[in-house]
């Protein structure tokens, strides 16, 4: 291999020499990464969506290929993120496809010391028992002077960035028909 050639074959010395001074296109591309072809491109279909992580809504384009999401990036049409998306946002294809997904509903026990799985009929009979419980042993009709109350402050909401406006509208119909004023969630920007 002559010297030029070996020079040739550094990605600095391409960049410093030829046409594409930042890097960003042939001076960066090796043998092997001339070959690949980028998974949007092979995509069978692209979906809009939102970023469900926090409240900035970022809008995100989701490729999807034989059925599966193969990757999500930020859209560039988007009026909020301008095809940007944050680190959290970048990852978010895991939300979906993570093999570490939890599918089933796990518990704990009281002192356990290993989690066990729980059908969902079983787990949603023990969450209104426990609520229904706590509401009764701290529900508060009345204060000291005889007016009004009708709270509870034994039990809170504290929702995540991952529900949608349709699912935080619903938790705080319930929350404050059960009296709640403990109602929060994490997404506020
Ligand atoms: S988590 Fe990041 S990408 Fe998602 S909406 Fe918020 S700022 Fe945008």
Redesign the pocket.
Known sequence: MGVRTWLGSWPVYRQLTGSDPLGLGAAAKSARSKELTARTETADSVARS?????????G?RVYVKDGQVTQIE?DPDSP??RG???????A?KNLVTSELRQQKVRYRRPYGTEWEDLDLATAMDMIADRVIAARDATWEDVDSDGRPLHRTLGFASLGG?TLDNEENYLIKKLFTALGALQIENQARI
């Open positions: 939102i970023c469900p992580y926090c409240a900035v809504g970022c995100q930020g909020i993120s940007r998306l944050c680190p959290k946002g970048a978010s960035a």
